[in-house]
């Protein structure tokens, strides 16, 4: 079992900026390719952003791609998304997970966060 737990989202105007993390616990944090998803109210959660286990490798949805950024530090069991120049349709509540396999999407992913509440206001 891997134990996800989100943090920083919050409310933010327009073209600001926030940094997400997720603190992982239970099993080996570096043998897991961890990726951020959002669900807006209404619509089905899809996919942000992945980094592979050793960091090196990332993709990003086509929507996030030059403002986002995904990062994690094995050593603190710690992936970040960094999100800037944030829109109204970022709004989201994001969540984080971790699979042994470097995919992108969400019915592959074996372990989830709660989530935590992005609001951009325009």
């Known amino acids: 079992q891997v134990q996800l737990v989100e943090s920083g989202g919050g409310l933010v105007q327009a073209g600001g900026s926030l940094r997400l993390s997720c603190a992982a616990s239970?099993?080996?944090?570096?043998?897991?390719?961890m990726g951020w998803f959002r669900q807006a109210p209404g619509k089905e959660r899809e996919f942000v952003a992945v980094?592979?286990?050793?960091?090196?490798?990332?993709d990003y949805a086509d929507s996030v791609k030059g403002r986002f950024t995904i990062s994690r530090d094995n050593a603190k069991n710690t992936v970040y998304l960094q999100m800037n120049s944030l829109k109204p349709e970022d709004t989201a509540v994001y969540y984080c997970?971790?699979?042994?396999?470097?995919?992108?999407?969400?019915?592959?992913?074996?372990?989830w966060g709660q989530g935590t509440q992005v609001t951009v206001s325009s």
């Open positions: 997970a971790a699979d042994p396999n470097y995919v992108t999407d969400v019915e592959r992913y074996a372990y």
């Open positions: 239970g099993r080996t944090f570096s043998n897991y390719a």
């Open positions: 980094i592979s286990m050793s960091g090196i490798r990332t």
